[in-house]
């Protein structure tokens, strides 16, 4: 079941590719970061991204399309060139897989990924507060559901990447849960725990951390090298790109949009956090204080006639505070955008960024760039497909230079 993918290669610290003899291992890491994060490319392009000489790429692609990692696709001519068409090389599909587990506030998620990024199965389980006691169980169950969906391609799964809260156990004031079941979780090791249910190699990150590496790899990132990301979910919180690379910090805890402080109305309340307004979490109390189903917060009864209202409340609340938080790390960061995704309906999600982005409006730029607010690409689905990245990044990208962008000629 866990046979290891082949050609796990040594590190290396710079952006591009070496010629010495001994690097082909981390060159080839470095030709597949190039056609991930660019698509299909003929090896002249390849050659081009990565600095690597014809010679050197002609012969790691050979060697990858014998190991099963890549394929080539039917000849193209490109417009304006005269000769033969190009042959694109692209990331074969079944080459690798891997399994990501996202365990949130509010659900759990489980699914595969194949090699090229897309989701072959997925598992979920919805409760209303995470009880350590029930969810491992569970947890177990749908990743041999999902291993086992794969079939012969299961002993190619290259690992398992969690994403969940680093404080899962934290703001238990938030929720109504019996005495201690969100205490539980302060002395549970979740990737020991996980690591424990299988013989495959286990990787963790931040929940939204994973999340900001799907967009980085998948969605908005492919064009942008610095940029704040914000997830909308049961609580607010981000992840950070900075010169292209995914920037976790050393707690693994950068971007954490949602702990920002925002200045109390009055002398009579504490100083709260962004999450303690912009989390669907309050919109999910509001409509159940209304004799609505918390999960309408999610979907597209949230914008429906009915429930506008109640959303409306909300984004008069969380805009203008999501906006102070942006104005700040723009000037800490000097942001080139802020990507905004969650797991609310679209027309929701819109209404927010464009909400947010005419609350910018107020603040006073000068001696400060505005950062543009774009909406996020992958979805509910990131942190769980961000965690599924993880181990094909440790096993298939250059470790010091994880979610790389190569460089154009």
């Known amino acids: ?18 010629n010495q003899l ?12 190039a056609i991930r994060l660019h698509g299909a490319l003929p090896k002249a392009d390849v050659a081009r991204m990565t600095r690597l000489s014809m010679q050197t790429v002609s012969l790691i692609v050979d060697h990858l399309i014998e190991d099963g990692l890549l394929l080539k696709e039917p000849r193209s001519r490109v417009r304006g060139r005269i000769g033969q068409p190009s042959v694109p090389i692209s990331l074969r599909a079944d080459g690798a897989f891997s399994i990501g587990v996202k365990v949130g506030r509010r659900s759990l998620d489980v699914l595969s990924m194949d090699f090229a990024g897309s989701v072959r199965t997925r598992e979920t389980l919805e409760y209303p507060y995470p009880d350590p ?32 809260p680093l404080w899962l156990g934290g703001w238990r004031d938030f929720f109504d849960t019996p005495p201690d079941v969100l205490a539980a979780w302060d002395d549970i090791d979740i990737r020991e725990r996980i690591e424990a249910m299988t013989a495959l190699p286990v990787e963790f990150a931040k929940d939204t951390t994973a999340a900001c590496a799907a967009e980085l790899v998948m ?23 900075i010169d292209g690379r995914l920037h ?13 402080p925002l200045m109390a109305r009055d002398k009579e309340r ?22 609505v189903p918390a999960a309408a917060a999610h979907d597209e009864r949230a914008w429906s006639p009915a429930l506008r209202g109640l959303s409306e409340a909300w984004m008069r609340e969380t805009c203008p505070a999501l906006a102070t938080g942006i104005a700040s790390s723009a000037a800490l960061l000097d ?17 927010v960024i464009g909400r947010t982005d005419e609350a910018l409006g107020a603040f006073d730029w000068q001696g400060m760039t505005r950062p543009r607010l774009v909406e996020g690409q992958i979805g509910p689905d990131a942190r769980a ?7 094909l990044y440790a096993h298939f990208a250059p470790k010091h230079e994880l979610f790389l962008k190569p460089l154009e000629a």
Request: no cysteine; hydrophobic share 45%; charged share 20%.
């Open 1 to 18: 079941m866990s046979e290891r993918p082949a050609r796990k290669a040594s590190v290396h610290s710079h952006s591009v590719g070496s």
């Open 22 to 33: 001994g690097m082909r291992q981390f060159n080839e890491r470095i030709v597949l970061q």
């Open 133 to 164: 006691h029930t969810l491992f169980p569970a947890l177990q169950e749908r990743l041999a559901r999902v291993i086992g969906a794969l079939g012969d391609g299961a002993r190619k799964i290259a690992g398992v990447g969690v994403a969940a």
């Open 219 to 241: 969605g908005q990132g492919r064009g942008l090298r610095n940029f704040l990301y914000v997830f909308i979910g049961t609580f607010i919180g981000g992840g950070l790109v």
């Open 248 to 260: 976790a910090g050393p707690g693994g805890n950068a971007g954490a949009i949602g702990s920002l």
């Open 270 to 291: 504490r100083a709260g956090q962004l999450l303690d307004t912009a989390s669907v979490y309050v919109l999910e109390k509001a409509f159940v204080a209304a004799g």
């Open 335 to 351: 942001l080139e955008a802020v990507v905004i995704d969650g797991e609310i309906d679209r027309i929701l999600l819109r209404e």
């Open 385 to 391: 497909m961000g965690g599924a990245i993880l181990p």
